[in-house]
């Protein structure tokens, strides 16, 4: 039975930070005579751990994290897919003449080649959520080009060589030390999000919408999934019958709903 995504993830964050601080605490205990160095050595830890596991952090390399507040526009991305509920959330969107941003990852884009088409062919914007959904925190600069270059070739296999868009968003937005140099190398973008409405917990399309209603504003990057990273079979019927209430708050509030690109240009 797999892991749910809430379990694996705060269980990944609990581990890397305690070892981190754990190291760290043990070089600051090392130098009792040297407060200030001890105190700077335990600020560093306090300040990576901020860069790794908050999504619009700039500590590791500047990332998208919303589009400019003077327009009226808004951008809905979504992750993990594509998945049993894939189809669902592109009938929706389609039903209410919005196109959005899919974060694919590779092993899925192989899986259902003709829906990576579909996005594309519908208008929307699919860029790199890389291949396997692996954490990236402790990995090095060699395995996220990997998972970049992976999902690029799955992604050109299903649909052609030009519909990957170079910006990619890193599993729960987590980054490590190595992961914005790796992604600047390939010549990708690092894309976070301006808020999540947690519809991961499937809270139910109610909810999920109206979370969605509130963080909706110029410039917000709303995160969405239209599958699951952990158990590809997994549906997200919740967010797919949360689309219309979105949108519909959306028009009630001025925005029109854009791909991520249109809303940065």
């Known amino acids: 039975m797999p892991m749910t995504q809430p379990m694996t993830k705060n ?9 981190e601080l754990a190291l760290l605490a043990a070089a600051a205990l090392a130098r009792p ?23 619009a952090s700039p500590v590791f390399g500047p990332v998208v994290s919303r ?8 951008a809905l991305t979504f992750d993990d897919g594509p998945g049993p509920s894939t189809p669902a959330v592109l009938d929706a969107l389609a039903d209410e003449g ?14 259902h080649p003709e829906l990576v088409r579909r996005m594309h062919d519908e208008g929307h914007q699919v860029a790199s959520h890389g291949y396997d959904h692996g954490i990236l925190v402790m990995r090095g600069p060699g395995h996220v080009r990997d998972q970049l270059a992976r999902t690029k070739d799955a992604v050109a296999d299903a649909a052609g060589p030009d519909v990957l868009t170079h910006v990619f968003r ?40 109206q979370r969605s ?24 019927t919740h967010t797919a019958a949360a689309i219309p209430d979105i949108c519909a708050a959306a028009r009630e509030k001025g925005l029109e709903l854009v791909t991520l690109d249109e809303l940065v240009a």
């Open 98 to 111: 919005v196109r959005a941003t899919f974060f694919v990852l590779g092993r899925q884009a192989r899986r």
């Open 213 to 236: 209603a509130r963080a909706l504003a110029p410039g917000c990057i709303l995160l969405l999934h239209d599958a699951d990273g952990w158990d590809p079979d997994r549906p997200r």
């Open 67 to 74: 589009g400019p507040s003077g327009r009226p526009r808004a």
């Open 170 to 209: 890193a599993p729960h937005g987590f980054r490590g030390p190595a992961t914005w140099a790796a992604v600047r190398s390939a010549g990708y973008r690092m894309a976070g999000w301006t808020t999540g409405v947690f519809d991961s917990a499937d809270p139910g399309p109610h909810v999920v919408a």
């Open 33 to 55: 005579r040297k407060p200030v160095l001890a105190a700077g050595i335990l600020g560093a830890g306090a300040l990576g751990a901020w860069g790794a596991f908050r999504p």
């Open 11 to 19: 269980r990944t964050i609990r581990r890397v930070v305690a070892i």
